[in-house]
């Protein structure tokens, strides 16, 4: 049963995901899914995998995935934390290096999936909604399986500089 963007699920199910039962995004670390309908794997970090998103409408939009199960950022330990930010900002600097956009938007929602993760989504001049958050899902562009390899390889390599 599939929710609607407009809705919150049964609180039930939403207590459940909270705890980190039946969570996708654990699902997908402990499988180590490197491709699946939404993402592909570009690398793991510290205390996180970065994922480069099927829909790169945005050029270079990644999903940063915290690998234990915890709904916010404050739910790590102080030294654990600071791993995530740490690994954003990598991840966002390697972004920059190869795409080379003019801002980052950070998104950490958890709306849908309360599993800490971050949207990170370049923004480049002249793209429309330069003073809203962009929603890549308006314009969804999917891409050839060598080009999602080549922009994974390029992030790896402009991460090893970090």
Not at 2 to 31: F, H, I, K, T, Y
Not at 44 to 64: F, I, K
Not at 106 to 122: D, R, T, V, W
Request: net charge neutral; aromatic share 8%.
């Amino acid at each position: 049963m599939s929710q609607s963007p407009d809705e919150w699920m049964p609180r039930p199910q939403w207590d459940a995901l909270v705890r980190g039962e039946g969570c996708p995004l654990c699902a997908n670390l402990a499988l180590h899914v490197q491709t699946n309908a939404h993402i592909r794997t570009v690398t793991d970090l510290d205390l996180s995998r970065l994922w480069l998103a099927a829909n790169q409408s945005v050029p270079g939009y990644c999903m940063l995935v915290c690998k234990k199960h915890v709904r916010e950022p404050y739910d790590l330990p102080k030294e654990e934390r600071v791993a995530f930010l740490e690994d954003m900002m990598r991840a966002a600097q390697a972004i920059e290096r190869v795409f080379n956009p003019i801002k980052m938007n950070f998104e950490i929602l958890g709306n849908a999936i309360p599993h800490l993760h971050c949207h990170i989504k370049p923004r480049y001049y002249g793209v429309a909604a330069p003073g809203r958050p962009i929603h890549p899902d308006a314009h969804p562009h999917f891409l050839t399986q060598p080009d999602y390899e080549q922009r994974a390889a390029l992030l790896r390599a402009a991460l090893l500089q970090s």
